[in-house]
């Protein structure tokens, strides 16, 4: 194995690591942190705020040492609000707040063999597949025409 597959798996690993960790492959966990009107949990903020600060760290450390080439790590310029836009992210929450997964954490739960995250999943990977053929069924969908 070459450095670059080795580096991908530890990463990967280390993110696992840092979402079972965190509780953040506990679906009641992520749920009673969308619950803000009965029995809120915040303690998902502090993952959150940890997560943003290294990002912004490492990506602060990157734009020094690639500079130019750190282009592309940067995000998208494009902040137009359009319906795919809308509607992707309705679907996502919901799915999130119904199953208390989002994909990183699903994914990482499939080690556990837990059978909501099997489900959630098999959703995921459908969802994926019907977006790509409406998409190619229907063009301008992506950019809300």
């Known amino acids: 194995m070459n450095g670059r597959v080795i580096a991908t798996f530890a990463a990967g690993g280390l993110f696992g690591a840092g ?3 965190s509780g953040m492959t506990e679906p009641r966990n992520v749920i009673g942190f969308l619950d803000f009107f009965g029995h809120w949990q915040p303690r998902l903020i502090a993952v959150m705020a940890g997560a943003i600060g290294v990002y912004a760290g490492a990506l602060a450390l990157l734009v020094r ?3 130019a080439r750190a282009a592309r790590l940067l995000p998208p310029r494009n902040n137009r609000i359009d319906r795919s836009l809308l509607l992707g992210s309705a679907i996502f929450g919901v799915g999130w707040g119904l199953s208390g997964y989002c994909p990183g954490p699903a994914i990482a739960s499939l080690g ?4 909501g995250a099997v489900v959630f999943v098999a959703a995921m990977v459908a969802g994926i597949l019907a977006a790509g053929l409406v998409r190619t069924r229907a063009p301008g969908c992506e950019t809300g025409a």
């Open 19 to 21: 979402l079972v960790i």
């Open 65 to 67: 040492a690639t500079g």
């Open 112 to 115: 556990s063999g837990a059978r």
